[in-house]
């Protein structure tokens, strides 16, 4: 085994415990600081994936954006309440099964599929320099869905400070 | 070099323990956490593909993902900030006015 692949199966193993942590806590807080294990670990993924830019990403705008508003969110709302009530609800023995279907699923057809899905592997640097390929695909292949994505971040902005504020009559 | 089914198969055990947070869990904090896991797993494929197929669009279609889960994120939070302010509760299976 060599270097790449001992790092892949460390973050991977680091990825999965942080996830299983976000939904077993009874703490929100300690799901909100799982999550951003998590989120840090598959950032790591995207470093080895050669995708740099995608990585930056992730750590400026999932953990410094997205979970600081959870935080905030978390401590803004009184949870003493649920902390002491039963986290699970009452179907989770039929989600549990669900999702035990879900997964064996998943596994079986990518593990299936392995051979069939062998496209070929692109050399290294195939994909360098990173944030120049992503700036030039996105202002001239993908300009209208980036566009669109900006009207949809102001729907979100002005839908999300509406619902947030207090009525004042 | 790491074959691209490992990161299918990482990917799949992220969007599964999401899935069980989002049936399973009462908090909607945890639910919505759990939303951005089955984001993130899908992410990890898309990056994972563009790595094998060389080709940069993979990446531009996770950075949409990513617009897409900051969107729901802060919309999400904001419905339940108002719904915490008229119900008092957190728990999703307490937001029944639409049950018969």
Excluded: C
């Excluded at chain 1, 942080?18 to 939904?23: E, N």
């Excluded at chain 1, 990173?130 to 001239?140: D, H």
């Excluded at chain 1, 102001?154 to 207090?166: K, P, S």
């Excluded at chain 2, 279609?61 to 339940?80: H, P, S």
């Amino acid at each position: 085994m060599n270097f790449a692949q001992a790092t892949f199966y460390v973050l991977a193993a680091i990825a999965v415990v942080s996830a299983l942590l976000v939904i077993t806590r009874r703490n929100p807080v300690h799901s909100a600081i799982s999550l951003i294990v998590t989120l840090l670990a598959v950032a790591l993924l995207y470093l080895q994936l050669q995708a740099e830019f995608l990585a930056a990403v992730q750590i400026i705008l999932y953990i410094g954006g997205i979970m600081v508003l959870f935080l905030f969110v978390i401590m803004l709302v009184n949870l003493d309440v649920a902390l002491r009530q039963e986290q699970f609800n009452r179907q989770w023995g039929i989600a549990g099964v669900a999702a035990f279907l879900l997964a064996g699923e998943l596994a079986a057809v990518i593990y299936l599929g392995r051979g069939t899905a062998a496209l070929p592997q692109a050399p290294p640097g195939a994909l360098q320099p990173n944030t120049e390929l992503i700036g030039t695909s996105l202002y001239q292949t993908y300009m209208l869905p980036f566009e669109i994505a900006s009207l949809l971040l102001l729907v979100a902005m002005v839908g999300a400070v509406l619902m947030a504020r207090r009525k004042v009559s | 070099m790491v074959p691209t089914w490992h990161y299918l198969m990482l990917s799949a055990a992220l969007l599964t323990i999401g899935v069980i947070g989002v049936l399973t869990r009462r908090n909607i904090i945890i639910i919505l956490m759990s939303i951005e896991l089955i984001l993130n797993a899908v992410n990890l494929n898309l990056v994972a593909f563009s790595r094998q197929l060389a080709d940069v669009s993979g990446q531009i279609f996770a950075i949409f993902v990513i617009t897409v889960a900051a969107a729901e994120a802060a919309v999400g939070l904001g419905i339940l900030i108002a719904f915490f302010r008229n119900r008092d509760t957190v728990n999703a299976d307490e937001i029944d006015l639409l049950k018969w």
